[in-house]
């Protein structure tokens, strides 16, 4: 496969593939794309599964944007799949998770580059303009440490205090990393909606975080390195004769 962050033409991108589960930011960033590369292909899927099922002889994109929440992944394992299965091509991830943690655990995984999901169209511009050019882009105001470790937690603690979760608290803290509110919670587990809110007081004190935005990025963090370490896992060890 082909690849170098520049693409097929000079100054411009050629396919893209864009995977977002929300129509219309998803439009939008086809839309940003249409009007810097006039002459763009644009793909865009809603799941990782769509986005794999698109990539073949006659669609080889020289840029990916992914969303890391999408629904048929499990914390940041998306972007794992997709990189493995496109290793040579860019993956530009966007995101509402905008943890300093993540990011940096992206970034030593081989992203080319994080932009929040907040950002400007003048933002997105940017990054497309560091990609062509073959540098990394980064959020303004964002700078990396000069240890890549930088990013680690004790992985240990925070696994023993997932662990400790409750079955009924895990299987909340699941929905919560989904993206889920405490109403479509309590529906799909049929619970009332005081009792989730019990039961998130409860593993938030647990995890020693204090909303939902960290503690999805707190267990979202472990399943990153658990990829990571398992990846190298694979590479490292030669398969059994």
Do not use: W
């Not at 799941?47 to 629904?71: A, C, H, Q, W, Y």
């Not at 992203?111 to 990394?136: M, N």
Request: hydrophobic share 40%; glycine share 6%.
């Amino acid at each position: 496969m082909k690849h170098d962050p520049v693409g097929h033409s000079p100054g411009r991108f050629d396919d893209v593939l864009v995977i977002d589960d929300h129509p219309l930011y998803c439009d939008a960033l086809a839309s940003t794309l249409r009007h810097s590369f006039q002459e763009c292909r644009i793909k865009t899927a809603s799941t990782l599964t769509e986005g794999m099922r698109s990539l073949g002889p006659s669609f080889d994109p020289d840029l990916v944007i992914l969303d890391l929440k999408l629904p048929d992944v499990t914390g940041l394992s998306g972007f794992m799949q997709l990189r493995d299965r496109l290793p040579g091509t860019p993956i530009l991830v966007i995101s509402s998770l905008t943890s300093g943690d993540v990011i940096e655990a992206l970034m030593e995984a081989g992203a080319v580059g994080f932009v929040p999901k907040d950002a400007s169209t003048q933002i997105l511009q940017s990054a497309f303009t560091e990609l062509l050019a073959g540098r990394k882009f980064l959020p303004p105001g964002y700078q990396r440490a000069p240890h890549p470790a930088r990013y680690s937690v004790d992985m240990k603690n925070i696994n023993e205090k997932i662990a400790a979760l409750t079955p009924q608290q895990a299987r909340i803290m699941k929905l919560i990393c989904a993206g889920k509110p405490n109403k479509q919670i309590a529906y799909e587990l049929s619970l009332a909606e005081a009792t989730v809110k019990a039961h998130i007081t409860a593993l938030l004190r647990r995890l020693g975080v204090q909303n939902r935005t960290q503690a999805a990025v707190l267990v979202e963090s472990v399943s990153l390195e658990s990829a990571i370490e398992a990846d190298m896992g694979e590479t490292d060890d030669p398969p059994d004769a």
